[in-house]
């Protein structure tokens, strides 16, 4: 059981760095323009106050070394791309952008590492920076729900990127089976919710893929090409 439990461990190592470098292609269109657009900094803030609570669980809780090793990983990611927000978002959203860094990446994350650390020992201290793990993980996955959302209105799922979606349902499969194979409950909750809300993303992008983007279809009514945006078309546009 233990080989078993290190292999899907492992294999969500894998997935889970995936997951992590999906937005590259995001960001790389944020360098090429130069902006953020109606990008959000919001997720890239919590996934990396995420990551690094669920680095301390990793190394808190005996045998978890895997947690660790994979949200050392997404940590470092999520400070890229959070740089490169505060090089290209407005000036007027820098200092925000800024400031929600310092109370949740910094902050938030000192204190409760600090009150855990001083004030539980052992399993409790373990259940207690889980819950708070799993609390922080729900901020995190608030940020799909998001996304779903503008979908829907938008009938555009230009700013929800197909690779981020599918690599939400592996992520969330491989670390639920994880979470039952060594029977952490902790670890089990926040990726049975990623692997639902993958699943819904998925059905979403099936649903509106061939949608134009909004801007594409404004651009074509000052063309004079059509006199309706966000029709189907017979392409796929992502």
């Known amino acids: ?8 461990g492992v294999l969500g190592n894998i997935i889970s760095s995936l997951a992590y470098l999906s937005p590259l292609r995001t960001f790389w269109r ?3 323009k130069r902006s953020t657009e109606d990008f959000s900094s919001i997720p890239y803030i919590c996934t990396l106050m995420n990551a690094i609570l669920w680095i301390y669980y990793g190394i808190t809780k005996p045998d978890s070394f895997l947690i660790a090793t994979i949200n050392g990983f997404g940590a470092v990611t999520q400070i890229v791309y959070i740089l490169i927000f505060l090089v290209f978002i407005s000036p007027r959203m820098r200092a925000k952008t800024a400031l929600l860094v ?4 910094v902050a938030f994350v000192a204190a409760a590492i600090s009150f855990t650390h001083f004030m539980f ?5 373990i259940d207690v ?5 799993d609390c922080s993980s729900m901020l995190v996955y608030a940020s799909p729900l998001a996304a779903m959302k503008t979908v829907i209105t938008t009938k555009s799922v230009e700013f929800m990127p197909f690779l981020l979606s599918f690599s939400i349902l592996l992520n969330g499969g491989f670390w639920t089976l994880y979470a039952l194979l060594a029977k952490d409950i902790l670890v089990g909750i926040p990726n049975g919710i990623g692997l639902l ?5 998925l059905i979403l992008y099936g649903i509106y893929h061939r949608y134009k983007p909004l801007k594409e279809a404004s651009d074509n009514l000052e063309d004079g090409l059509q006199n309706e945006s966000l029709i189907p078309t017979r392409d796929s546009v992502s």
Do not use: E, H, P, W
Not at 102 to 105: A, F, H, K, Q
Not at 121 to 125: A, F, I, M
Not at 129 to 133: A, D, N, P, S
């Open 121 to 125: 020992q052992g399993d409790v201290r």
């Open 102 to 105: 310092g109370l949740l990446d």
């Open 30 to 32: 944020i360098v090429k």
């Open 1 to 8: 059981m233990a080989n078993t439990i290190f292999i899907v």
């Open 129 to 133: 920076v889980g819950f708070i793990c």
């Open 197 to 201: 809300l993958g699943i819904a993303q």
